[in-house]
Each structure stands twice: as structure tokens, then as C-alpha cells.
């Protein structure tokens, strides 16, 4: 249930505070009176009134800078004024003072209820305004806040997406015991090259090498398939170690056969990787036992 609004009128008259007081109790307004300006600045803090009916010329501080302390108060700069007077003069001060409006004398009491009525639902409705814009934000707010929440749920999903999707795209192409890449992934590269050549766009000569590890039946026979792996992988690393990933294609055939594509380097490549695995160690750990390599 609404309040009825309250309405501070100020007059250091107590016949125009009666004359103005019969003229608001029929408008249904809570009416409080004050008999001077700094009078009407205490109430201020206590009432919350919604609109201040203001005689001009008073004892003590007159209605203008009455008016001038209202507008400056940070709770009640918003509160409208309408100023009481008999001289036209003091209209125009009082709109420069900060009044909304004006009521001449003698009071005319349909003029009164008039302006009155005006700038109390005028007041309201600012009020009401305020509200829902106030109303508005917060669910902004929240909205934004909610769309922030989804919108970073949205990115890990899709970062769970797309690492997923490079997973399977790296188990699609990779060899699961060596890492290197396998037989569909090699067949891809080499159709690639073999465009590149067709084109005329490719400046260097592909050379592919395979390897075969001779006797690695024994190998799983005398050891085990794990230690079998162990091999392989031990090969793998020192396959990686001998090329270079910016230019060679290193790939697991199947079983005991790799597979080196060097797209660069020529004859000169592939004698350097030769000439390097003749250095290189030629002895495999596997199962705690060393397996020489000839």
C-alpha cells in the first residue's frame, strides 16, 4: 500500500500556513509545516518530503537561499520547489534559485491543487524512473555477469574441443610405440611431394631411406614384445636426434622397417645422416641387458 506524499510547506505566516494547509487536505498529502527556512532544513532529514511549497520573503534566511541549500543537499537537490509570492519580480529568482515552479497571491485554491498535483506525479514518475533504471542495471548486471559465466564454460568446452580434436588428429598420424609418424601420415606427405614435383613448384629433389632392423625376431622371441618396443622406441629417439624436424619425415612402416623422407639437402643430406649413425651409439638397453647393434 501506497503512502500518501508528504508536503513541507514553509511560510513564517501562521494565516498562510492555515490557508495553504486547508487547500492540500484535499489532495490527500501528509502536510508539515515549518515557520521559517532554517526551520524547513531540520525537517529536511526527518520528513523526506516530496515536494516543498516555499513562501518568498521570510524572516531570518529568505526563500531563495533556502531554496539555494536545498539544491546544493546531496538526499534532497531533487525535491521540487515551488515558490509562493506576490511579486512578479521574485519569479524569476526563483526559477534562478532552483525553483520548478510558482504560486502568485492571492491564492487561487484550483491553481494550487493544479500545480500541486503536476509536479507531485511529475516527481513520482522521476522517482519511479529511477527505480527501474536502478532495477534495469542490476539485471544487467546479473545478465552479464551470467553471459560472462557461459561465455568462459563456452571457451573451455572449446578448448576441450579442440584439444581433443588434436589429440585424435596426433593418434590419427602417429606411430603409438615410437611417437614418429606412421604409414597413413607418410602416404599423405609423399602424395604432397609428389604434387609439389608434378607442379614444378618444389626446388629440391625428395630422397626416402628406409631402414630394417635385421633379426629383430629374435629380439621378441628371446626378450618379449615389450622389450621388442623398447627397441624400437630406443631407434625411434635416435632417429629423431640424426634429422632434422624442419626438413626430414621420419615415419614407423610397420613392424621392424622406418622410413626417412628429406625433402632438402640432396645427396649431401642423406650422406650426413649416414655418416652420423655411423657415429652414433650402436648399443640398446633393454631389460637390463645391453643388445649391440652391427
Known amino acids: 500500500m501506497k503512502h500518501p506524499p508528504t508536503v513541507l510547506i514553509v511560510d513564517d505566516v501562521p494565516e498562510n500556513l492555515r490557508v495553504l494547509k486547508d487547500v492540500m487536505d484535499a489532495l490527500d498529502c501528509q502536510i508539515v509545516v515549518a515557520n521559517s527556512g532554517e526551520r524547513a532544513l531540520e525537517l529536511l532529514?526527518?520528513?523526506q518530503p516530496c515536494l516543498i511549497l516555499l513562501d518568498v520573503m521570510m524572516g531570518g534566511i529568505d526563500g531563495f537561499e533556502t531554496c539555494r541549500r536545498i539544491r546544493v543537499h546531496p538526499l534532497h537537490k531533487d525535491v521540487p520547489v515551488i515558490?509562493?509570492?506576490a511579486l512578479?519580480?521574485?519569479?524569476s529568482r526563483g526559477f534562478a534559485a532552483g525553483g520548478n515552479d510558482y504560486i502568485g497571491k492571492p491564492i487561487r485554491i484550483e491553481e494550487v491543487r493544479s500545480r500541486v498535483q503536476h509536479q507531485l506525479e511529475k516527481f513520482q514518475l522521476v522517482n519511479e524512473l529511477k527505480e527501474l533504471?536502478?532495477?534495469l542495471e542490476e539485471k544487467v548486471r546479473e545478465r552479464t555477469a551470467d553471459l560472462n559465466l557461459v561465455n568462459r564454460n563456452l571457451r573451455k568446452e572449446v578448448n576441450e574441443r579442440r584439444y581433443m580434436q588434436d589429440r585424435l588428429k596426433y593418434l590419427a598420424q602417429h606411430d603409438f610405440v615410437t611417437q614418429l609418424y606412421n604409414r597413413d601420415a607418410?602416404?599423405?606427405h609423399i602424395s604432397y611431394l609428389i604434387s609439389g614435383i608434378q607442379a614444378k613448384t618444389s626446388q629440391f629433389t625428395p630422397y626416402f631411406?628406409?631402414?630394417d632392423?635385421?633379426?629383430?625376431r629374435l629380439i621378441n622371441d628371446s626378450c618379449g614384445c615389450i622389450a621388442g618396443d623398447e627397441l624400437l622406441h630406443q631407434l625411434a629417439s635416435l632417429i629423431s636426434e640424426l634429422t632434422d624436424p624442419q626438413r626430414d619425415f621420419c615415419a614407423r612402416l610397420s613392424g621392424d622397417k622406418f622410413a626417412i623422407v628429406m625433402s632438402k639437402?640432396?645427396?649431401k643430406g642423406w650422406s650426413l645422416f649416414f655418416a652420423y649413425c655411423s657415429k652414433a651409439s650402436k648399443v640398446f638397453r633393454l631389460s637390463g641387458m645391453n643388445v649391440t647393434s652391427e
Open 45 to 47: 532529514e526527518r520528513t
Open 83 to 85: 515558490f509562493v509570492t
Open 88 to 91: 512578479a519580480d521574485d519569479i
Open 133 to 135: 533504471t536502478s532495477s
Open 186 to 188: 607418410l602416404d599423405e
Open 209 to 211: 631411406i628406409l631402414i
Open 213 to 216: 632392423i635385421n633379426e629383430f
Open 265 to 267: 639437402g640432396g645427396v
